[in-house]
């Protein structure tokens, strides 16, 4: 029995108040353990955050079927790295093979865990893929915390699938099991928006979707400020690619990369890239925090970084990513930054990166340009 007080976070954030498993993935197991039984060889893990779910699955499978493959997607890099490391730590006999979300992840899965998304577009591609490609016995087990749970995920999973039964809550964690795959036959995604020339594609999972958030929003208007003279430019975290594609289009100059560790980001970025005809001069990568690219090697870094960590509001991301863009400027460089202004940023921002600056001031956020040092 794979011992989840082993598992950890790295190279995610780590603190007290965070945690490498949850109440759920342990429902989870314990409600598929039946057809985890019956189909050992036919698994996907959809959602897995740091490893838990994948271990607890290889653990049966090789218990009934000895060198069984689980299949697993998750969005983030981070997660993937964390997987391996714990089952390096854990469980080394463990076996899988990672995919984006794509129908390879579940063409013929005969049992499919999830943890739910917050979002209904991420979970409404999610269904859509698993109703179009999985085993039509396939029996879904999609579970969350209660309180992030709604009765809209009910009405997404009635859209692609004929059942749908909540269990009963468990240390405040519930399981959605779901059979009956509809395949709709025309795929719902990606999604694409217009803002006035600006053409943004995005999946499911991708932050704001096809909107472009407020911050964001913010950051863009300040932008007119910026230097002209930067030639390389990097969208860190750059989701859907707003802010690279805005200044790329702005600047012919420059060559933007937008990195970002969500898968979901990446595809849509390098969507939203192609839509606007960006292709040749701007790249969307998946990285975490820059970690591919040179030190030294950007004259701008753009950047809205996250106030969250999955479910809980925490500041670890934001800080991890001030000292990637310290990381990839070169001195002289400069950091253009929007935050909540309740975040109060400015100071380590000051420490980490150096000189800062408030561009612009909303009764909800700051915009601020640090100077490498």
């Known amino acids: 029995m794979i011992d989840f007080a082993q598992l950890r976070r790295w190279p995610d954030v780590e603190a007290p108040e965070l945690v490498a498993h949850d109440a759920t993935d342990r429902l989870l197991l314990d409600t598929a353990q039946e057809a985890l039984v019956a189909?050992?060889?036919?698994?996907?893990?959809?959602?897995?955050?740091?490893?838990?779910?994948?271990?607890?699955?290889?653990?049966?499978?090789?218990?009934?079927?000895?060198?069984?493959?689980?299949?697993?997607?998750?969005?983030?890099?981070?997660?993937?790295?964390?997987?391996?490391?714990?089952?390096?730590?854990?469980?080394?006999?463990?076996?899988?093979t990672s995919h984006g979300l794509e129908p390879d992840l579940v063409s013929g899965a005969r049992v499919v865990l999830?943890?739910?998304?917050?979002?209904?577009?991420?979970?409404?591609?999610?269904?859509?893929?698993?109703?179009?490609?999985?085993?039509?016995?396939?029996?879904?087990?999609?579970?969350?915390?209660?309180?992030?749970?709604?009765?809209?995920?009910?009405?997404?999973?009635?859209?692609?699938?004929?059942?749908?039964?909540?269990?009963?809550?468990?240390?405040?964690?519930?399981?959605?099991?779901v059979a009956g795959p509809r395949p709709s036959g025309v795929s719902g995604w990606p999604r694409s928006g217009r803002h006035g020339d600006l053409v943004i594609v995005a999946h499911g999972a991708a932050f704001a979707g096809t909107t472009i958030d407020i911050g964001t929003r913010v950051l863009l208007a300040a932008l007119d400020?910026?230097?002209?003279?930067?030639?390389?430019?990097?969208?860190?975290?750059?989701?859907?690619?707003?802010?690279?594609?805005?200044?790329?289009?702005?600047?012919?100059?420059?060559?933007v990369v937008a990195t970002d560790q969500s898968r979901a980001a990446v595809d849509s970025a390098t969507a939203t890239i192609a839509a606007n005809g960006l292709g040749e001069r701007m790249e969307a990568r998946r990285d975490d925090a820059g970690g591919s690219l040179p030190p030294g090697s950007a004259d701008l870094v753009l950047l809205n970084p996250p106030f969250h960590v999955g479910a809980t509001v925490h500041p670890g991301i934001a800080h991890k990513l001030f000292d990637a863009a310290a990381r990839l400027l070169h001195p002289g460089g400069e950091l253009w930054c929007v935050w909540n202004s309740a975040l109060a940023y400015r100071p380590v921002l000051e420490r980490v990166v150096g000189p800062t600056r408030q561009v612009s001031r909303t009764a909800k956020f700051t915009v601020t340009v640090s100077t490498r040092r």
């Not at 698994?43 to 271990?55: E, S």
């Open 225 to 255: 400020a910026a230097p002209p003279g930067a030639r390389h430019v990097v969208d860190l975290g750059c989701g859907t690619g707003v802010l690279g594609v805005s200044y790329a289009r702005a600047h012919p100059a420059s060559t």
């Open 114 to 177: 999830v943890q739910l998304p917050r979002g209904l577009d991420a979970l409404d591609e999610i269904a859509e893929l698993i109703a179009a490609h999985a085993h039509p016995g396939v029996q879904v087990f999609a579970g969350g915390r209660v309180k992030h749970m709604t009765t809209a995920m009910n009405e997404v999973l009635r859209r692609h699938f004929d059942e749908v039964q909540a269990g009963l809550a468990r240390q405040k964690s519930r399981v959605l099991t």
């Open 39 to 96: 189909h050992p060889r036919h698994v996907t893990v959809i959602g897995d955050r740091y490893g838990a779910l994948t271990l607890g699955v290889a653990d049966v499978a090789a218990g009934h079927a000895d060198g069984a493959e689980v299949r697993v997607h998750q969005d983030a890099l981070s997660g993937e790295r964390a997987l391996e490391a714990n089952a390096r730590a854990v469980f080394p006999r463990a076996r899988w």
